[in-house]
Nanobody, 125 residues
């Protein structure tokens, strides 16, 4: 599985941005696609995830109500729609994939097998 993350950029606080994660090399049936972020000097943290089959979603508390993860089946792409952005959302955002991941594990970065290259999101105050 190869993942390509895109869509990062510079946005003002309160603005919106949509990230995309395009997959290739395998069907995504039974996969969970997760989004993580890493700010300078901090550990990589879970943001949100979607179960490809069924569309169930999961979110970190810090982004609930502001971020939405959804998929485009035909394009094998997962998006992270980010609204009401805050300066503390500034980070490099990564998408990741893992087959057969149970719900209780989706927030654990060590459980994911495949990673995209990351895309930088900068939110100015």
């Amino acid at each position: 599985v190869q993942l390509q993350a895109s869509g990062g950029g510079l946005v003002q606080a309160g603005g919106s941005l949509r990230l995309s994660c395009s997959g290739s090399g395998s069907t995504f049936v039974n996969y969970v696609i997760g989004w993580f972020r890493q700010a300078p000097g901090k550990e990589r943290e879970f943001v949100g995830a979607i179960r490809w089959s069924g569309g169930g979603t999961f979110y970190a508390d810090s982004v609930k109500g502001r971020f939405t993860v959804y998929r485009e089946n035909a394009k094998k792409t997962v998006h992270l729609q980010m609204n009401s952005l805050k300066p503390e959302d500034t980070a490099v955002y990564y998408c990741a994939a893992r087959s057969g991941l149970i719900a209780g594990m989706v927030s654990r970065r060590t459980e994911y097998d495949y990673w995209g290259q990351g895309t930088l999101v900068t939110v100015s105050s």
